[in-house]
């Protein structure tokens, strides 16, 4: 950003001179049983990125929303340019030059680029010209930096190209201001690189970016102010320069916070899951043949007291390698290790009594029984003869909600009544505390869609398990997340294992570049 940009931002922040390109002053919104923004203060200067930091409900993307016009404020105005606007719908918001890029594209998959970005104007006649519209396409994205063939049908692109798409859909119609909803949660870390840089040729261009995101890491990066929202009010407001991750995670939560990664500290020991040669191969019911691999030639070894991490963008095999292991699917071909004992074939409950515990991503669908309580969850992975020992399980679960400090309001809630954070807490203690035999540990996704202070919560647990000699297999599209916590990473693309890296900090762009296809 030039030096004369930056000294017009200081100049509006400092005494007012310049009417905000965009602001939201004194916005109240409620829904049932909820205040979602309570008189909230917010605005973005010409030429600016400003962020919305929170943790998930902190009301962040209903501010973005208000200001885009998806929703009305119950009290408060938004003010464009200095003038008070009343914004009924999307549409509205765009004919004021205000478009919002929401997190889950909102993309038709067999139309090509340049379809998708033309898709509502107005100005269309009847009998398109594609040559005419794909041109234009073509300008706008080579404007910003923003590569795209209008040709390309999108359902063929990646996430980051995706994203790509909805941005020129709002240049091309004419969006001064432009709203990024959480942009970088389905992006490997290149495409967040080209996002940002995307993000700086706007603003150089007179743009105003609102950048919406939980992830402290990259708004320090990316931001000229920084504004963080905790239970919908605004706990603060810091400028560029003035910003630090543990400052930042203070005003998100209302405590401190520890981001330091964490490592073994001591050596690993005997080999406790070992994973050989494992090949899976579509299902031939779906009548493709020819299709790739899901997994190809996996071999991998966790020791005792040690965390192994599996990064990767979503799609690439994780979710299938997870289920390969647990004994939910069988591979094609290659063995299974858990204590020794070989697991191919055996099932998901052999391969639990082998000493594995298992953790999916899915922790509501898959993990838990929402509609039954933290006792019967508990109970359901335990061995049991004809009688039930609810009465210990009640006495377990209430130690539990003390030692983990999950939010309930006793054992007996329904667990979908629980917090996304809580409920992984109940996943977690269960799957790490409520059994003995289990040695090794596969966790999936732990921390997703958590804030700040669960995902610490989250992390110490982990910490703890591998200190108590536990083998565990992490896999994570966060990033963030496997570095911190891993001692080896493994990175999975297209069903293969690229690259072989340490946990440290040295090595994150050489894993990045990987999860991108990138890897030398």
């Known amino acids: 950003m030039n030096a004369s940009l930056e000294a017009t931002q200081g100049s509006h922040r400092e005494n007012g001179a310049t009417p905000s390109a965009l602001s939201a002053q004194n916005v109240t919104k409620r829904f049932p049983g909820v205040i979602a923004n309570q008189n909230v203060n917010f605005d973005v200067a010409r030429g600016e990125v400003h962020t919305l930091l929170g943790e998930n409900g902190a009301g962040k993307s209903t501010l973005a929303s208000i200001l885009s016009g998806l929703y009305r404020p119950d009290e408060g105005s938004v003010l464009r340019n200095g003038k008070e606007i009343r914004l009924s719908s999307p549409r509205s918001g765009l004919s004021h030059g205000i478009a919002m890029v929401h997190q889950h594209f909102r993309l038709v998959d067999r139309f090509s680029v340049a379809e998708n970005v033309v898709l509502g104007s107005k100005g269309l006649s009847f009998v398109l010209q594609p040559k005419d519209i794909e041109a234009k396409v073509s300008e706008v994205s080579e404007k910003f930096g923003l590569p795209l063939d209008p040709r390309a049908v999108v359902g063929e692109l990646s996430a980051g190209q995706r994203q790509r798409v909805e941005i020129v859909k709002a240049l091309y119609h004419g969006a001064e201001v432009l709203l990024l909803d959480e942009p970088t949660a389905l992006l490997a870390p290149p495409e967040v690189v080209k996002l940002f840089e995307t993000v700086r040729a706007m603003t150089s261009a007179g743009k105003s970016v609102v950048f919406v995101s939980h992830k402290l890491g990259e708004v320090v990066d990316i931001s000229d102010r920084i504004t963080v929202m905790r239970d919908g009010k605004v706990t603060g407001s810091v400028k560029r320069g003035e910003a630090n991750a543990s400052r930042l995670a203070e005003l998100m939560v209302g405590r401190e916070i520890t ?106 669908g898959t993990g838990l029984a929402p509609s039954l309580s933290m006792v019967d969850n508990l109970l359901l992975t335990r061995d049991r003869g004809f009688l039930v020992d609810r009465k210990s399980a009640f006495k377990e679960a209430e130690e539990f909600i003390t030692k983990l400090e999950i939010k309930t309001p006793g054992p007996l809630t329904p667990t979908r009544k629980l917090s996304g954070g809580n409920a992984q807490k109940v996943l977690l203690a269960r799957e790490l505390f409520s059994t003995d035999s289990s040695r090794v540990l596969i966790v999936c996704s732990p921390t997703r869609g958590l804030d700040v202070g669960a995902v610490e919560a989250v992390h110490a647990l982990l910490d703890e398990a591998r200190k108590n000699g536990k083998a565990i297999l992490l896999i994570s599209e966060d990033l963030d997340e496997v570095m911190t916590l891993a001692d080896r990473v493994l990175v999975l693309y297209r069903g293969s294992i690229v690259l072989e890296a340490k946990g440290v900090a040295d090595d994150f762009e050489k894993v990045g570049r990987a999860m991108a296809g990138l890897a030398s």
Do not use: F
């Open 259 to 364: 981001l330091a990664p964490r490592r073994g500290t001591s050596d690993s020991g005997d080999v406790l899951l070992s994973v050989s040669q494992v090949h899976l191969s579509h299902d031939q019911s779906q009548n493709q043949p020819n299709q790739p691999n899901i997994l190809s030639d996996i071999n991998l070894r966790v020791r005792s007291g040690e965390i192994l991490g599996i990064a990767g963008v979503s799609g690439n095999g994780q979710r299938e390698l997870a289920e390969v292991i647990s004994g939910l699917r069988q591979p094609s071909q290659g063995a299974v290790t858990v204590c020794g004992i070989p697991t191919v074939g055996l099932g998901a409950r052999a391969t639990r009594q082998a000493g594995l515990a298992y953790v999916p991503e899915d922790r509501l």
